[in-house]
């Protein structure tokens, strides 16, 4: 049996997994506000006095955070992860701390049909390169590739590579962005800390009026993001300024999404996780993204063939660090 975690800035989820009854279904799982706490530590603490405790022998956390040589510090909350003292503190075998987006990665060979929605289904090469491509907050990338009996799961900070325009347009949002930022990465663009600066563009440089509602809208919000993105999907023509915000966010994702699968090899497909893409499927699923996906020149055939999916399933890093933990237990 091992202990498996989501750590976030937000919240932690925490879940008893065994073997034989498989990753989707969890003997005991609970959700703990994470700023209540003072350390992971004491979250666990808490779980067990929720359950009986079982007979654990290792542990595997998922961090929204960097993990180097076996420390890491979660963003937005003031933890240090250290996988010794972890292992002496909970009294197990192994624990071991991977990046959220490294512990996604590791579920995608275990998800289900249900799990995902196809936006092209391509024809997937077995046993070859898979890409994980998260716009959440901010934009997270991973990937997967064959040992020979397994998937291995790989992180990345491929979401702080520089922007690179693909149109007229997207030259006039990098310049209008270099004024505001040292270096315009695509989190700057194709993120929930993104879709504000993709909005500004549009209103700053007058392509697109503010009409007086939305401004009103704006001034009861802390993140603007959601308020946008809803307006978006809802409102259509009579909010243009969202539309194009959402079309040209919808656009950078599906080119960072080709980079990300030229780079690896992604044959094997590309996932997109993150809390954005399962909000946002009828503006995925209408084109704009798999245009932006083979404008790739010469490469253009073999990008036709990748299939790509959305992650729908909210417990994917759970899952994805109890994975990770049965491979290295075997």
């Known amino acids: 049996m091992l202990l498996a975690g989501d750590i976030g800035g937000t919240k932690t ?8 009854a498989g990753l989707h279904d969890p003997i005991a799982e609970a959700t703990f506000p994470s700023r209540r706490y003072n350390s992971l530590e004491a979250v666990v603490e808490d779980f067990w006095k929720k359950i009986e405790r079982p007979p654990i022998e290792q542990a595997v956390f998922g961090v929204a955070g960097p993990v180097v040589q076996g420390r890491a510090e979660v963003t937005n909350l003031p933890w240090r992860l250290e996988e010794t003292a972890l292992r002496r503190a909970l009294g197990v075998e192994a624990v071991y701390l991977l990046n959220d987006l490294q512990s996604i990665a590791s579920a995608v060979p275990v998800l289900e049909p249900e799990d995902v929605h196809t936006i092209h289904a391509g024809k997937p090469v077995p046993q070859t390169a898979i890409g994980i491509v998260a716009p959440g907050t901010g934009l997270g990338e991973a990937f997967l590739t064959w040992n020979g009996s397994n998937y291995l799961a790989h992180p990345s900070e491929g979401g702080h590579t520089s922007f690179a325009p693909a149109d007229e347009e997207q030259i006039e949002m990098l310049r209008f962005l270099l004024k505001r930022f040292h270096h315009v990465s695509y989190e ?28 009103d809208e704006i001034l009861k919000v802390e993140d603007i993001t959601p308020l946008l993105v809803q307006n978006a999907l809802m409102r259509g023509d009579d909010c243009e300024i969202c539309v194009r ?4 966010f919808v656009s950078v994702l599906g080119a960072e999404a080709s980079n990300l699968t ?20 009828p503006a995925l699923s209408n084109g704009r993204f798999m245009d932006a996906f083979l404008d790739k020149g010469r490469f253009a055939e073999l990008l036709q063939n990748v299939p790509v999916h959305v992650i729908l399933n909210p417990k994917v890093a759970l899952m994805g660090a109890a994975s990770y933990g049965l491979i290295m237990a075997t």
């Open 13 to 20: 989820n925490l879940a008893i997994f065994a073997p034989e």
């Open 188 to 215: 700057r663009i194709c993120s929930g800390i993104g879709i504000p600066n993709i909005y500004a563009f549009y209103k700053e440089t007058g392509r697109y009026p503010e009409p007086a509602w939305l401004t």
């Open 245 to 248: 915000t959402l079309d040209m």
């Open 262 to 281: 030229l780079k690896v090899l992604a044959t094997g497909g590309v996932y997109l996780g993150g809390g954005i893409p399962p909000r946002i499927l």
